[in-house]
């Protein structure tokens, strides 16, 4: 099998097992909130705590990606977003609860960073939008899987929540594979001369302000999801757990769709295209016309496919910078996105604790056409003439 393939899988099942992570939380609010004492606000915090997490991990371990290699980083942050949920799912007290999800986010920025600019260095160039719509696919095989999981636990969930996190630790599993059979996709040799990062600070900047506009907008409806739809839209338990599954098997194809097109379409127009469909399914997802759920059902799935075009602002970004900073730069500004991602979700939180429910769908709503907006004004306002980069 060709190294590249390799890659491909590894990568991609490791970015599921990072999402699952992350998301798997959201199921089990009420019992978290019942055993450790907190308000919504404050799983609110727990939740965005991963997230800023991400962006610590994603500095770090970034540079230290550009110096060791990508697979060594790959293998820590894989294992180590793996460890710490586990840990999570048993923490004695509110305060190791949140110690062991901040350490988590930290290696889940380390496993991105490192799979996404792997997976992208190892595939041919012809293919190089199709395998970054295959890496990302993983989030939505890892966000629908927590939706299978939680259909097999709904039953007994109430006795079990701890266990239910525990399948978080699975990606343990992934580590044997990538030792064995994903070879290094970078080496020092490479290196003929010192980059300077301030070189491509127009091409961070506008990226690191899309990919926030894209966490905003993204984690503005699934971190509240859960919440919106048993308080607001009144959408029982089973209608919940199979518009998990069913609108993250859309986001991953959409994920491969977008990221094949990229390679023979403008990047930018599909980019656009995205941001279209999640202006007009937002507010018939999080309603604040019609609160029916069927439609909110297809709504949400509409904005889940739409967001399909996330892989190529990492992939604009990867063209556009060489080999030697693309591990720092990457996770910089993907991590920076979750961060902000992350602000937008305690926001919400405050103001779904002081005005309750019936003004958060708003303020959701809101968070999303304005960090929409962002993506938009970074993608026109792209460096039209891309850096000349070693690949």
């Known amino acids: 099998m060709k190294d590249y393939i390799h890659a491909t899988i590894s990568s991609t099942l490791s970015w599921a097992g990072n999402i699952y992570d992350l998301l798997l939380i959201t199921y089990v609010y009420p019992y978290i909130e019942a055993a450790y004492s907190l308000s919504y606000l404050g799983i609110s915090a727990l939740f965005a705590l991963g ?5 610590i991990g994603g500095i770090i371990f970034g540079k230290y990606a550009d110096l060791i290699g990508r697979k060594p980083i790959m ?9 710490f949920q586990g840990l999570m799912a048993i923490s004695p007290s509110a305060i190791f609860l949140f110690l062991f999800r901040g350490l988590e986010g930290i290696f889940m920025g380390a496993a991105w960073t490192a799979g996404m600019v792997i997976a992208y260095e190892k595939a041919p160039v012809s293919v190089r939008g199709l395998i970054s719509g295959i890496y990302q696919s993983g989030y939505g095989i890892g966000y629908a899987l927590t939706g299978v999981t939680y259909y097999f636990f709904l039953s007994n969930l109430e006795s079990s929540w701890r266990l239910f996190l525990v399948t978080g630790s699975l990606p343990l599993l992934l580590l044997p594979y990538i030792y064995l059979k994903v070879s290094e996709s970078y080496k020092m040799a490479e290196k003929n001369e010192k980059v300077r990062y301030k070189d491509y600070l127009n ?3 506008k990226s690191t ?7 905003i907008a993204y984690f503005s409806v699934f971190g509240n999801y859960t919440t919106i739809a048993s308080h607001y839209i009144h959408m029982n338990n089973q209608m919940l757990a199979i518009l998990m599954i069913v609108a993250n098997i ?3 194809i959409s994920f491969i769709t977008f990221g094949r097109l990229a390679d023979v379409i403008n990047k930018r127009k599909l980019i656009i295209l995205g941001v279209i469909g999640l202006l007009v399914s937002a507010p018939f997802s999080v309603p604040l016309f019609i609160i029916n759920p069927l439609v909110s059902f297809i709504a949400t799935t509409v904005f889940a496919f739409s967001t399909g075009f996330w892989p190529l602002m990492p992939l604009l970004l990867a063209d556009s910078v060489p080999i030697e900073v693309r591990g720092f730069l990457s996770g910089f500004a993907y991590n920076v996105g ?6 937008a979700n305690i926001i919400l939180g405050v103001i779904g604790s002081i005005y309750g429910i019936s003004m ?8 999303v056409y304005f960090s929409l907006i962002l993506v938009f004004l970074s993608v026109i306002t792209w460096p039209k003439i891309p850096q000349k980069v070693s690949n």
């Open 360 to 367: 958060l769908d708003k303020a959701i709503d809101g968070f």
């Open 203 to 205: 091409v961070l900047v």
């Open 51 to 55: 997230l800023i997490g991400r962006v």
């Open 209 to 215: 302000i899309a990919m926030s506009g894209m966490f």
């Open 250 to 252: 859309f986001l991953a």
């Open 75 to 83: 293998i820590i942050g894989t294992g180590g977003y793996a460890l």
């Open 338 to 343: 979750s961060l902000m991602g992350g602000l």
